[in-house]
């Protein structure tokens, strides 16, 4: 997935990072096909080049070295509000049909079954980052018909990147559709994990697996702790 | 410290203890435990491990915030349990809503206006977040009221004795948090000279004249880092999962590590290890030319 979603990254762009496996693959991307991608975190680091895998988004090596470092009140309006980030990328609980995506809580809000941690930047980052990637693991308990809550509308969303295939808005109807699959996953694995009728495009781009520098950054460079990494 | 909680936070108030990641105020946060302050508003974008640990002592009523996790390792379980329990009163915005509404109050507005929210859940669970039609251009804005905390708790690398707070590395909204409050202690790592503090002046981030009192605390940001100081104690919000998962072993830590300590001074002493682990190693800037 990190080596997928890197991937989704172009040389040059200006990209607001999120925790977690996000975070993996814009460092990913940094140093393999986009060295000039300008890393933006929420906590203020702008242009950031850290020479650890941060744990967090408010890491000490996200500072050492940066471009730009400003206080959080900048970070959304001088850049985010003001229409300088070209990619978000969000993780999420949920992930429904129509990419909207719930980091707030699973059943009703007043007396939820699980309490999440809440939006963080994610609302405000899905509705002014110009093109929104999603990576999340899938599961029908992932992504069902609907979000029990709307933490972040996924109306900006180019893609989301998963562990079996990639899936895409589809443009008129809002809805997301399967376009690309892993090697030896087929349409129907992908179909039984999403809770709802997914539909395929008829000619479904093949996801090439890691390649072997990919894998080597990431396992001997990147995260060598497996902080995100599974294997 | 303790003169200075003692004086300035009070039962009922609404408590802010800033800083994103960096720099946040544990040694702060543990002598209102000790105090054992109750029925406060605890305010922060992200409560992180000291408002669990304030909300298991008893000390919140109420919490408003914007992301309730342990950053890179998962939940906050004394949060989460009172949410699920029923016994803790939430205020939900995202980041932006949060920094928003420091905003507002720093600069004594009584809103402020963003473009946010629209199609989202969070205006229909917290009926604080409103809109207004801009006057100039027809625009629907969200809006955020002001938050004018009564004390303002904010971690600093440096500062002299009138509080002339000097921060680098992640500025999170501290300033504007500051500003906003009627009552505000700067913890610093350092006291040192007002000449210090006026040959970089544009590092100063907060002056003496927002300062209700400064408490000098090496270390009291731990686990939280001060750049420049020490490094985030990663290993410690790791291990606060296990600690936090059950009530009763989060209790134990309390005891141990927050009631059965005087200080900071007195916490450090009694994990020799740290100091040397987290120590941060030297990279110090050229510095700028002030003249004129």
């Known amino acids: 997935m990190a080596a997928v979603a890197s991937r989704e990254l172009q040389d040059g762009e200006v990209v607001f990072v999120g925790i977690g496996l996000p975070n993996l693959a814009c460092n990913l991307a940094r140093r393999t096909h986009a060295p000039h991608l300008v890393l933006i975190y929420e906590s203020g680091a702008v242009g950031a080049v850290p020479e650890r895998l941060p744990v967090s988004i408010g890491d000490p090596a996200l500072v050492t070295g940066s471009l730009m470092v400003c206080g959080m009140a900048d970070v959304f309006q001088l850049f985010l509000q003001n229409g300088r980030i070209e990619v978000g990328f969000l993780g999420g609980a949920q992930v429904d049909r129509y990419a909207n995506i719930n980091t707030t809580v699973i059943g009703p809000y007043e007396k939820p079954t699980v309490r999440l941690p809440g939006s963080g930047g994610a609302a405000e980052i899905a509705i002014h980052a110009r093109r929104i990637l999603i990576v999340a693991k899938l599961s029908p308990r992932a992504f069902p018909e609907r979000v029990d809550f709307l933490t972040s509308p996924g109306h900006r969303v180019a893609k989301v990147i998963t562990d079996k295939g990639v899936l895409e808005r589809d443009a008129q109807s809002g809805e997301l559709l399967l376009t690309g699959l892993y090697p030896g996953i087929a349409v129907a694995d992908v179909q039984a994990a999403v809770g709802w009728p997914l539909r395929a495009r008829p000619r479904l781009d093949r996801l090439d697996p890691p390649t072997s520098i990919e894998r080597q950054l990431l396992r001997d460079v990147l995260d060598p702790q497996r902080l995100y990494l599974t294997s | ?292």
């Open chain 2, 1 to 292: 410290m303790q003169e200075a909680i003692a004086r300035h936070v009070r039962d009922g108030d609404v408590v802010v203890i800033e800083g994103f990641t960096h720099l946040i105020s544990f040694a702060a946060g543990h002598e209102i435990i000790r105090q054992r302050r109750r029925d406060l508003t605890l305010c922060r974008l992200t409560p992180d491990l000291i408002y669990d640990q304030m909300i298991a002592a008893g000390c919140a009523k109420k919490l408003v915030f914007s992301w309730a996790g342990n950053p890179g390792v998962g939940s906050l379980h004394a949060f989460r349990r009172a949410v699920e329990d029923g016994t803790l009163e939430l205020e939900e915005y995202s980041h932006f809503g949060m920094v928003a509404r420091f905003s507002a109050g720093a600069a004594r507005l009584p809103f402020w206006s963003l473009r946010d929210y629209a199609g989202t859940d969070l205006p229909r669970v917290n009926p604080r977040i409103k809109s207004v039609t801009c006057p100039y251009t027809g625009e629907a804005l969200a809006t955020v009221p002001a938050l004018n905390p009564d004390v303002t708790i904010v971690h600093a690398q440096r500062a002299d004795a009138q509080g002339n707070s000097q921060i680098w590395g992640l500025l999170g909204v501290q300033k504007e948090a500051a500003f906003a409050s009627q009552r505000v202690i700067v913890v610093v790592e350092e006291l040192v000279d007002e000449g210090v503090i006026r040959a970089d002046p544009n590092r100063t981030v907060i002056p003496a004249a927002i300062v209700s009192a400064v408490v000098v605390e090496p270390w009291g940001a731990h686990p939280s880092y001060a750049q420049g100081y020490y490094d985030r104690d990663n290993d410690f919000y790791v291990a606060w999962e296990a600690i936090s998962r059950e009530g009763r072993s989060l209790q134990q830590y309390l005891e141990e590590f927050v009631f059965g300590v005087r200080d900071r001074a007195d916490y450090m002493r009694k994990q020799p290890m740290l100091a040397g682990a987290l120590k941060a190693r030297a990279q110090f800037c050229a510095g700028v030319n002030y003249g004129f």
